[in-house]
């Protein structure tokens, strides 16, 4: 799951049960050619290791964090604590509350820590994955045409298909 090149980008999740979410990020990164890298860094459960994982992520060429967390959902503000890197977070659907506890956890960061929250579940690690792509394709002019592409791809989709009935 890891890419070939020094990855660029940080997939990140709180348990591996939130997998079925955040792949749908790398789903996208891998789609429009991002390196990166993807892990289980729990907030609660391995705080050592998310201080370890943040603290030096922009030193080993990480330009931005994609943190996917359920629940309390502490994840990714946690990693925005530890370094200036842009954090991306992804509310993870939980039982309880259909990830509206995650999506608020995430979203109510206290001023001078911010934290880009998107959708709750499929939709926002997709969406997650683009805006990280769109971030590294600032300075990496490949990447940047590879969300053009795909980005002209998708408006090509809705002008081929006008029709919204189901084809007979």
Do not use: C
């Not at 997998?19 to 860094?41: C, D, K, Q, S, Y």
């Not at 206290?110 to 929250?117: E, M």
């Not at 002019?141 to 002008?159: I, K, P």
């Amino acid at each position: 799951m890891q890419s070939e090149q020094s990855p660029k980008v940080g997939v990140i999740m709180g348990s591996k049960s939130d997998w079925p979410v955040m792949e749908h990020a790398v789903a996208m990164l891998e789609r429009l050619g991002v390196p990166f890298e993807t892990r289980v860094v729990s907030a609660h459960r391995t705080p050592d290791l998310l201080f370890d994982y943040a603290k030096p992520a922009a030193d080993r060429g990480l330009q931005v964090i994609v943190a996917g967390a359920g629940g309390a959902a502490h994840l990714p503000g946690m990693v925005a604590s530890q370094t200036a890197l842009p954090v991306l977070g992804v509310p993870v659907e939980s039982k309880a509350l259909k990830g509206l506890d995650s999506l608020l956890s995430i979203v109510q960061m206290p001023g001078g820590i911010a934290v880009g929250t998107l959708a709750i579940g499929k939709a926002g690690a997709t969406n997650a994955g683009l805006l990280a792509a769109q971030i590294v394709g600032l300075q990496d002019a490949a990447v940047r045409g590879a969300v053009e592409a795909f980005r002209a791809e998708q408006t090509q989709t809705v002008l081929d298909n006008p029709d919204p009935r189901p084809e007979p």
